[in-house]
C-alpha cells in the first residue's frame, strides 16, 4: 500500500521556520516528482514547490526565496524547509508524488496533509 504521510506543520510566529517532511512508503518514488502543495480555508489547493528525479526544483512566485524543497532518495522522504513565515502562509500543507514528466498534471498520490499556522 503506498502512503505518504506529512509532519512537522504546527504553530509559529511571523518570521519564524519550519520543516515539513514527507516520507513515502510502499514503493521508490526515486524517479517520480515529488510536489507539495497546500490549500488554505476559502482557497483552492495551490501549488507550492515541486522536485525532479534529477533534483531540479520550482517554485510558486509567492514562495521563492523562503522555501526550499529537496528529497533523500534513500530514505524516501521529501523535505520542505520554510523560512520567514508569514500569516499568509497559514494553510494545510500536502505531499504528493507524480509519476509524469514535469511539475504540473496530475499527481497520482497524495498525503492527508500537515496543518502550519502563523500568527501574526
Known amino acids: 500500500q503506498v502512503q505518504l504521510v506529512e509532519s512537522g506543520g504546527g504553530l509559529v510566529q511571523a518570521g519564524g521556520s519550519l520543516r515539513l517532511s514527507c516520507a513515502a512508503s510502499?514503493?521508490?518514488?526515486?524517479?517520480?516528482?515529488m510536489g507539495w502543495f497546500r490549500q488554505a480555508p476559502g482557497k483552492e489547493r495551490e501549488f507550492v514547490a515541486g522536485?525532479?528525479?534529477?533534483?531540479?526544483?520550482s517554485y510558486a512566485d509567492s514562495v521563492r526565496g523562503r522555501f526550499t524543497i529537496s528529497r533523500d532518495s534513500a530514505k524516501n522522504t521529501v523535505y520542505l524547509q520554510i523560512n520567514s513565515l508569514k500569516p499568509e502562509d497559514t494553510a494545510l500543507y500536502y505531499c504528493?508524488?507524480?509519476?509524469?514528466?514535469?511539475?504540473?498534471?496530475?499527481?497520482?498520490?497524495w498525503g492527508q496533509g500537515t496543518q502550519v499556522t502563523v500568527s501574526s
Open positions: 504528493a508524488a507524480r509519476a509524469g514528466l514535469g511539475y504540473t498534471g496530475a499527481y497520482d498520490y
Open positions: 510502499g514503493r521508490t518514488f526515486s524517479s517520480f516528482t
Open positions: 522536485i525532479l528525479w534529477s533534483g531540479r526544483t
